[in-house]
């Protein structure tokens, strides 16, 4: 069975701080990683991908993720936000092996950068 | 390019009414289309995915369905809507294994 924790539902952060939002995973099997953005009352964009290679992968905005196989993570983290980085922020697994893309989704990450 | 269209943006319905929401994909052929709920303050629930025409799999038992009479179209309904049917529903596509779910703008759907 596969599982995504998002243990903060919030993270409140003053503008051009770092930030790190945590993701861990459960899975029988090894898993694709992803992380998404959403902004208030649209839909789902994609940030970044893990597929295989290198453990740290950079995505759009500046925001970049680290797999972590041994502590089954994958952290999102930006070394400095914008106000515009307000939204709230989903990991996502997808296990491998099977042949139907059926992602499992965290519960969220509401990032809320202050002035 | 590839888009998805989602509509309508928003909705408010009355209880025990019926319900249709329509999403289509253009610029690609037999995609996996995939319907979710994001209830306020909770993550998204996968309601319904579908591999291809006619071809319709459940994961949540409620008084929703889902139908996909064309490739690129895939349909949500109610014959009956409930207060807790409630939500902002979103409809996805994807291609393959290892690729990521593209996403619609969601719709915001208010029981009254």
């Known amino acids: 069975a596969q599982s995504v924790t998002q243990l903060d539902s919030q993270v409140p952060v003053f503008e051009e701080a770092p930030v790190e939002l945590r993701c861990n995973y459960s899975?029988?099997?090894?898993?694709?990683l992803f992380w998404y953005v959403q902004y208030p009352n649209q839909g789902l964009q994609l940030l970044l991908k893990y597929l295989s290679g290198s453990t740290l992968v950079k995505g759009i905005n500046g925001f970049e993720a680290e797999f972590n196989k041994s502590q089954t993570s994958f952290h999102l983290r930006k070394p400095s936000v914008h106000i515009s980085d307000t939204a709230e922020y989903f990991c996502a697994v997808f296990p491998r092996g099977y042949n139907f893309n059926k992602f499992y989704f965290g519960s969220g990450t509401k990032l809320n950068v202050k002035p | 390019s590839q888009t998805i269209h989602q509509w309508p943006a928003t909705l408010v319905q009355p209880v025990g009414s019926p319900l249709s929401l329509e999403c289509t994909v253009e610029?690609?052929?037999?995609?996996?289309l995939y319907w979710y709920r994001q209830a306020a303050g909770r993550g998204l629930q996968l309601l319904f995915y579908?591999?291809?025409?006619?071809?319709i799999s459940s994961e949540v038992p409620q008084n929703l369905s889902a139908s996909r009479p064309q490739d690129r179209q895939f349909i949500l309904s109610s014959k009956k809507l409930l207060l807790s049917d409630s939500g902002f529903y979103l409809c996805a596509w994807s291609t393959g294994a290892d690729q990521p779910q593209h996403f619609g703008d969601g719709t915001r759907l208010s029981i009254l």
């Open positions: 899975s029988s099997v090894s898993v694709y």
């Open positions: 579908s591999i291809g025409i006619d071809q």
């Open positions: 610029g690609t052929s037999n995609p996996n």
